[in-house]
């Protein structure tokens, strides 16, 4: 193995024990999640879809009257639910169309435990609620990949496009 290799081998495996690290300290809220969208379960599809392009996210939070979280109305529930069953969206409330008792974390809970969510249960987007189950906010599979990022941002960020010499990393040269 020639010096390069060493230096990079090195390089791979102190960036490997800081995510690792991250994984298992770094909580949810140092991934900046959104201010949630909340709607009564009686506010309609259309309501929901006209918040959630207005405010570019991809879901709303139907909450009670007393704000406690009651379900999750997403993008795919627009596509399933609404549009692939051919519902009007004008006059179908959420309640007939959301995603009931949805599971919640805090912001105090760990990074690893939303990955888990997402990868083992297929969520993409998930609620933040405190401790009287009320929205606090929103974290996504979009907000998990920029904390990815941000762990090693000169191995992410300095990447040309499309360099096929990066899949071998061994091949390349020093110079």
Known sequence: MGEFEDEYAAALESDLREV????????????????????????????????????????VLVTDADGRLLGIFTERDVLNR???????????????????????????????????????????????VDAAQRPIGIVTVSDVIRWLASLFPEAVLNLPPGDARLKRPQDLDAG
């Open 20 to 59: 690792r690290g991250a994984l298992v300290n770094d909580t949810i809220a140092l991934l900046g999640p959104a201010a949630p969208i909340c709607l009564g379960e009686s506010a309609t599809v259309e309501q929901a879809v006209e918040a959630m392009l207005e405010r570019r996210q991809a879901a």
């Open 82 to 128: 609404v549009v692939g069953r051919g519902l009007d969206a004008g006059a179908t409330a959420l309640r007939l169309v959301m995603t009931p008792r949805p599971e919640a974390l805090t912001a105090r809970d760990r990074v690893a435990y939303a990955i888990h969510c997402m990868s083992v249960a297929g969520y993409r987007t998930i609620p933040l």
